[in-house]
């Protein structure tokens, strides 16, 4: 009797383990291209609320910044940061903020958005722009309701621009052109790991609310969008090319939602399911 319960015993946790093993090598889940939950048209970058009621992005033509209740889809409210910026780029700026040549930028007086957030209390909205003439990287602050500008403060630092910090601030992830995001640790600054994530130069990155989970896009000749489980750095959610470049991403509080941006001034909010 000992010795069939010992057989049978070992089979059911063989059988256990050989399902554990299984389950880890799931392939993602693959969401339907053709079906966002919303699409608008909009640019990046783009954030959610505090509270997930509200989604902010860049207009398509640059001057604005709009405020949109997720549940009614209805658009609250336009903030005008024309005199701000100017709606132009080129792929010297991006070598210059990725660390990919020291040349400086000369004449070109244009800014961009690069960087929404929005205060814990939900009730200011913060942008980074740059670069340009004058101080070239600007944080202007927005009250969220009223769109009534609070502040203007020159930056220095251009390192503010395309890149993600996890939420408990420790780790920075970086992507570059070769489709690779970095991990560098900002208490020591010493590169922790890596992950080959595109095939195509990452545009855009962002942790979701536990910094669990890192959501990557990539440009045309990639233009897929993954959710990466960042424990053992697989791949557990990827939507198909399905609009040339992805340039910005971003989950909703709840990581029920992951919003994209694409070079086609498009604006999707996928539904996700459940990350684990």
Not at 67 to 74: E, F, G, T
């Amino acid at each position: 009797k000992l010795t069939l319960f010992v057989a049978v015993l070992a089979v059911a946790l063989f059988g256990m383990g050989g399902a554990s093993a299984e389950a880890a090598e799931k392939p993602p889940i693959i969401i339907d291209k053709d079906k966002p939950w919303q699409s608008f048209k909009g640019w990046l970058p783009m954030v959610f609320s505090g509270d997930g009621t509200k989604f902010i992005y860049g207009t398509d033509s640059g001057n604005h910044i709009t405020v949109w209740d997720v549940k009614s889809a209805k658009q609250l409210r336009q903030i005008d940061i024309s005199k701000k910026l100017k709606n132009t780029w080129n792929d010297q700026e991006w070598d210059k903020i990725q660390g990919l040549t020291e040349n400086p930028i000369k004449d070109h007086p244009a800014r961009k958005i690069h960087n929404l957030s929005v205060s814990n209390d939900g009730k200011t909205l913060h942008m980074i722009a740059g670069p340009g003439e004058g101080p070239a990287w600007l944080k202007t602050g927005w009250n969220l309701e009223t769109g009534k500008e609070l502040h203007t403060h020159a930056l220095a630092d251009t390192g503010l621009s395309r890149i993600a910090m996890s939420p408990d601030g420790k780790t920075m992830a970086i992507g570059i052109r070769n489709g690779t995001v970095y991990f560098k640790d900002m208490k020591t600054g010493e590169v922790t790991g890596k992950l080959k994530a595109h095939k195509d130069r990452v545009w855009g990155l962002a942790y979701n609310s536990d910094g669990k989970f890192l959501a990557t896009v990539s440009r045309w000749t990639d233009g897929t969008v993954k959710v990466w489980r960042l424990s053992d750095m697989k791949e557990v959610v990827h939507i198909p090319k399905h609009a040339g470049s992805n340039y910005g991403v971003a989950f909703s509080p709840d990581s029920s939602l992951l919003a994209t941006a694409s070079d086609k001034n498009r604006v999707r909010i996928w539904k996700l399911p459940a990350l684990k």
